[in-house]
Protein backbone atom coordinates (compact mmCIF):
# COMPACT_ATOMS: atom_id res chain seq x y z
CA UNK A 1 0.00 0.00 0.00
CA UNK A 2 1.29 3.47 -0.52
CA UNK A 3 0.04 6.31 1.05
CA UNK A 4 -0.54 10.08 -0.07
CA UNK A 5 -0.88 13.15 2.38
CA UNK A 6 -2.02 16.17 0.76
CA UNK A 7 -1.78 19.75 2.51
CA UNK A 8 -5.54 20.29 0.50
CA UNK A 9 -8.25 18.85 -1.13
CA UNK A 10 -7.94 19.63 -4.72
CA UNK A 11 -4.29 18.08 -4.40
CA UNK A 12 -5.71 14.93 -2.40
CA UNK A 13 -8.36 14.05 -5.48
CA UNK A 14 -5.85 14.43 -8.59
CA UNK A 15 -3.27 12.36 -6.39
CA UNK A 16 -7.08 9.90 -6.16
CA UNK A 17 -7.79 10.21 -9.44
CA UNK A 18 -4.53 9.59 -10.96
CA UNK A 19 -3.87 6.18 -9.21
CA UNK A 20 -7.44 4.72 -10.18
CA UNK A 21 -6.60 5.75 -14.01
CA UNK A 22 -4.21 3.15 -13.21
CA UNK A 23 -6.52 0.47 -12.29
CA UNK A 24 -5.12 1.11 -8.33
CA UNK A 25 -8.29 0.50 -5.37
CA UNK A 26 -8.00 4.24 -3.57
CA UNK A 27 -9.67 5.16 -0.20
CA UNK A 28 -10.14 9.11 0.21
CA UNK A 29 -9.70 10.33 3.52
CA UNK A 30 -10.46 13.78 5.10
CA UNK A 31 -8.69 13.81 8.91
CA UNK A 32 -9.01 10.44 9.77
CA UNK A 33 -7.54 7.09 8.17
CA UNK A 34 -8.06 3.69 8.21
CA UNK A 35 -7.09 0.45 6.79
CA UNK A 36 -9.38 0.13 3.79
CA UNK A 37 -7.51 -2.74 2.06
CA UNK A 38 -7.01 -0.10 -0.55
CA UNK A 39 -3.38 -0.24 -3.18
CA UNK A 40 -3.38 3.92 -2.09
CA UNK A 41 -4.57 5.25 0.97
CA UNK A 42 -5.20 9.52 0.13
CA UNK A 43 -5.22 11.88 3.00
CA UNK A 44 -6.39 15.78 2.89
CA UNK A 45 -5.19 17.22 5.68
CA UNK A 46 -5.73 20.75 4.49
CA UNK A 47 -2.67 22.33 6.29
CA UNK A 48 -2.17 24.94 3.82
CA UNK A 49 -5.41 26.91 4.99
CA UNK A 50 -4.42 26.17 9.10
CA UNK A 51 -2.25 28.50 11.19
CA UNK A 52 1.49 26.78 11.06
CA UNK A 53 1.30 24.77 14.47
CA UNK A 54 -2.40 23.35 13.60
CA UNK A 55 -0.65 22.25 10.46
CA UNK A 56 1.93 20.57 12.15
CA UNK A 57 -0.39 19.04 14.55
CA UNK A 58 -2.58 17.64 11.82
CA UNK A 59 0.33 16.56 10.16
CA UNK A 60 1.82 14.66 12.57
CA UNK A 61 -1.56 13.21 13.63
CA UNK A 62 -1.97 12.25 10.10
CA UNK A 63 1.73 10.48 9.96
CA UNK A 64 1.09 8.61 13.06
CA UNK A 65 -1.43 7.30 11.94
CA UNK A 66 -0.68 6.14 8.43
CA UNK A 67 3.19 5.05 10.04
CA UNK A 68 1.20 2.54 12.05
CA UNK A 69 -0.59 0.80 9.08
CA UNK A 70 2.58 0.56 7.11
CA UNK A 71 2.71 1.65 3.75
CA UNK A 72 5.46 0.86 1.72
CA UNK A 73 5.87 4.50 0.98
CA UNK A 74 4.40 8.04 2.35
CA UNK A 75 4.13 10.64 -0.38
CA UNK A 76 3.60 14.08 0.48
CA UNK A 77 1.63 16.17 -1.94
CA UNK A 78 2.85 19.76 -1.55
CA UNK A 79 2.01 22.73 -4.28
CA UNK A 80 3.77 23.34 -7.15
CA UNK A 81 4.67 26.70 -6.10
CA UNK A 82 5.68 25.85 -2.69
CA UNK A 83 2.91 27.49 -1.04
CA UNK A 84 2.27 26.49 2.79
CA UNK A 85 4.02 24.95 5.36
CA UNK A 86 6.26 22.93 3.29
CA UNK A 87 9.72 22.70 4.92
CA UNK A 88 8.31 22.48 8.19
CA UNK A 89 6.00 19.51 7.15
CA UNK A 90 8.98 17.68 4.88
CA UNK A 91 10.97 18.17 8.55
CA UNK A 92 8.32 16.61 10.59
CA UNK A 93 8.05 13.59 8.43
CA UNK A 94 11.91 13.03 7.97
CA UNK A 95 11.65 13.04 12.11
CA UNK A 96 8.88 10.64 12.32
CA UNK A 97 9.87 8.43 9.48
CA UNK A 98 13.15 8.06 10.91
CA UNK A 99 14.95 9.32 7.49
CA UNK A 100 18.06 12.15 7.24
CA UNK A 101 17.49 13.26 3.69
CA UNK A 102 14.29 13.83 1.54
CA UNK A 103 13.46 14.46 -2.66
CA UNK A 104 11.51 17.28 -2.89
CA UNK A 105 10.59 17.60 -6.33
CA UNK A 106 8.24 21.08 -6.30
CA UNK A 107 8.28 21.80 -10.11
CA UNK A 108 5.47 21.31 -12.45
CA UNK A 109 6.61 21.16 -16.30
CA UNK A 110 3.59 20.73 -17.69
CA UNK A 111 1.87 24.05 -16.41
CA UNK A 112 5.43 25.54 -17.32
CA UNK A 113 6.58 25.51 -13.58
CA UNK A 114 10.25 25.03 -13.47
CA UNK A 115 13.30 25.69 -11.28
CA UNK A 116 16.59 26.26 -12.93
CA UNK A 117 19.73 27.91 -11.64
CA UNK A 118 17.79 27.69 -7.71
CA UNK A 119 15.32 30.16 -9.11
CA UNK A 120 11.10 28.96 -9.81
CA UNK A 121 9.77 30.49 -12.96
CA UNK A 122 6.24 30.32 -14.73
CA UNK A 123 6.90 30.46 -18.35
CA UNK A 124 9.63 32.35 -18.94
CA UNK A 125 8.70 34.65 -15.64
CA UNK A 126 10.27 34.28 -12.10
CA UNK A 127 7.74 33.47 -9.94
CA UNK A 128 8.09 36.32 -7.69
CA UNK A 129 7.30 38.10 -11.25
CA UNK A 130 3.59 36.90 -11.61
CA UNK A 131 0.50 36.73 -9.73
CA UNK A 132 1.58 34.51 -7.13
CA UNK A 133 3.14 37.41 -5.52
CA UNK A 134 -0.22 38.40 -4.58
CA UNK A 135 -1.29 35.29 -3.17
CA UNK A 136 -3.36 36.37 -0.28
CA UNK A 137 -1.64 33.31 2.13
CA UNK A 138 1.78 32.78 0.80
CA UNK A 139 2.61 35.78 -1.01
CA UNK A 140 5.76 35.07 -3.08
CA UNK A 141 8.70 37.50 -2.99
CA UNK A 142 11.55 35.75 -4.29
CA UNK A 143 12.44 33.21 -6.90
CA UNK A 144 14.59 31.70 -5.34
CA UNK A 145 14.05 27.98 -4.34
CA UNK A 146 16.01 28.61 -0.96
CA UNK A 147 14.24 32.02 0.51
CA UNK A 148 10.48 30.52 -0.36
CA UNK A 149 11.01 27.30 1.52
CA UNK A 150 12.95 29.66 4.25
CA UNK A 151 15.63 26.70 4.74
CA UNK A 152 19.05 27.45 4.32
CA UNK A 153 20.03 23.76 4.09
CA UNK A 154 18.20 23.24 0.71
CA UNK A 155 20.77 22.38 -2.09
Given at each position: ?IA?????????????????????????????????????????????????????????????????????????????????????????????QG?????????????????????????????????????????????????????????
Amino acid sequence: MIAVIADDFTGAAELAGISLRYGLKVSLFTREVKDTGADVLVVSTDSRSMTREEALRETKKTLEQLIVLGPSLIYKKTDSVMRGYVTDELKLQLELQGFSRILYLPANPSLGRIIKDGNYYVGEKPIADTDFANDPEFPVSSSSVKVILKDPAVQ
